[in-house]
């Protein structure tokens, strides 16, 4: 058998596993198995696409026919009637990737997490489509949450580097660009995406360009709140071991109170300066726990966004009372300049 075709029919048959239970159409133009007994598959010049008109696929081919394919669907979508056509009610995607390294672990399959181990994507281009997502009034996100199923990827390292994309928003915000430098993520899990963020080792890039990062910060001695023996920020005998600190500088204030009733919504011009501590358990993340805090959070602020009132800061407990497998603390500092 040749070898080249052998190598694109197992990576053929490796994607259509994988998109088997996805709105994903991927195309790809060519794929190499640097090594068979590594379980590695490296995929040249994709295109992958999540919109309603194309239904999943995984395909050779090229990236010229899969864009003239999804500029067919959306020509398609504008000569019919909204009601008529199935906008789909998420966020949608085209996006170019040069190169995509993959590679598999068939007891994480077995065991129900998913084929994929580790994932590396370099130099992205393309459209991140979120106007077609609409909240109904009253709804509540918790309805949308990622509940853990199996054969959820469960990714152990993940990596991107050189991507750069337009982000079009709901409710005629204007478009911007985004781009990522690097990432780098110990692990990536479908229902923990967002945690799984927070234990970034690095991320940095520009959002709308305002330069953003994410990075593990160990030296928690200097942080704002005090380090005495017995507080969680004290380094030795410490459960709040790993910090993330979130930077963004320069962020046009539009991101934050476009839409916004009373006086932080009357700012037309401006800028934001943020930086943010977030102190994690050492330990893997309880669902039910960390559910439960997110929630608390999110219905304090609806209620007081209700009031059009400022959040009352809630009382601290005592370092003695915190139990680190109950709490992960979120400390911000926000600047506003050039208002």
């Known amino acids: 058998m040749n070898t080249v075709f052998a190598q694109e029919y197992l990576a053929t048959k490796v994607g259509n596993l994988l998109t088997k239970n996805s709105a994903l159409s991927v195309v790809f133009e060519s794929a190499i198995v640097p090594d068979w007994s590594s379980g590695k598959i490296r995929f040249n010049k994709v295109f992958v696409s999540r919109r309603p008109k194309l239904s999943h696929s995984f395909t050779k081919?090229?990236?010229?026919?899969?864009?003239?394919?999804?500029?067919?669907?959306?020509?398609e979508r504008l000569l019919v009637n909204r009601e008529d056509f199935d906008d789909g009610n998420y966020t949608q995607y085209d996006l170019a990737i040069d190169q995509l390294d993959i590679s598999l672990s068939f007891t994480k399959w077995l065991n129900g997490k998913g084929i994929l181990d580790e994932i590396s994507i370099n130099g992205m281009r393309g459209v991140v489509d979120r106007t077609?997502?609409?909240?109904?009034?009253?709804?509540?996100?918790?309805?949308?949450?990622?509940?853990?199923?199996?054969?959820?990827?469960?990714?152990?390292?993940?990596?991107?580097?050189?991507?750069?994309?337009?982000?079009?928003?709901?409710?005629?915000?204007?478009?911007?660009?985004?781009?990522?430098?690097?990432?780098?993520?110990?692990?990536?899990?479908?229902?923990?995406?967002?945690?799984?963020?927070?234990?970034?080792?690095?991320?940095?890039?520009?959002?709308?360009?305002?330069?953003?990062?994410?990075?593990?910060?160990?030296?928690?001695?200097?942080?704002?709140?005090?380090?005495?023996?017995?507080?969680?920020?004290?380094?030795?005998?410490?459960?709040?071991?790993?910090?993330?600190?979130?930077?963004?500088?320069?962020?046009?204030?539009?991101?934050?109170?476009?839409?916004?009733?009373?006086?932080?919504?009357?700012?037309?011009?401006?800028?934001?300066?943020?930086?943010?501590?977030?102190?994690?358990p050492d330990k893997e993340a309880d669902a039910?726990?960390?559910?439960?805090?997110?929630?608390?959070?999110?219905?304090?602020?609806?209620?007081?966004?209700?009031?059009?009132?400022?959040?009352?800061?809630?009382k601290k407990p005592a370092a003695t009372d915190i139990d680190p497998d109950k709490y992960f603390i979120m400390d911000f500092f926000l600047r506003l300049h050039n208002v």
Request: glycine share 6%; charged share 20%; net charge negative.
């Open 288 to 314: 039910s726990q960390l559910t439960e805090i997110l929630t608390e959070i999110g219905d304090r602020l609806f209620k007081e966004a209700q009031r059009h009132s400022l959040i009352p800061v809630p």
């Open 132 to 280: 077609h997502v609409v909240w109904k009034i009253g709804d509540d996100p918790r309805n949308y949450k990622n509940v853990h199923q199996p054969g959820d990827f469960e990714i152990s390292k993940f990596a991107m580097h050189d991507v750069l994309f337009t982000l079009y928003q709901p409710n005629g915000f204007r478009p911007f660009l985004v781009s990522i430098f690097n990432c780098e993520l110990p692990q990536l899990r479908k229902h923990w995406l967002f945690y799984d963020i927070l234990n970034a080792n690095n991320m940095s890039g520009t959002y709308d360009n305002s330069l953003f990062t994410i990075h593990r910060k160990f030296n928690v001695e200097n942080l704002s709140l005090s380090a005495t023996p017995t507080s969680p920020h004290s380094s030795s005998g410490s459960a709040w071991k790993r910090v993330t600190r979130f930077r963004v500088d320069n962020l046009n204030v539009d991101h934050l109170n476009a839409g916004m009733e009373g006086p932080f919504g009357w700012i037309t011009e401006g800028q934001v300066d943020m930086i943010g501590d977030v102190l994690l």
């Open 61 to 75: 081919g090229t990236q010229k026919e899969a864009i003239q394919r999804t500029e067919l669907a959306l020509s």
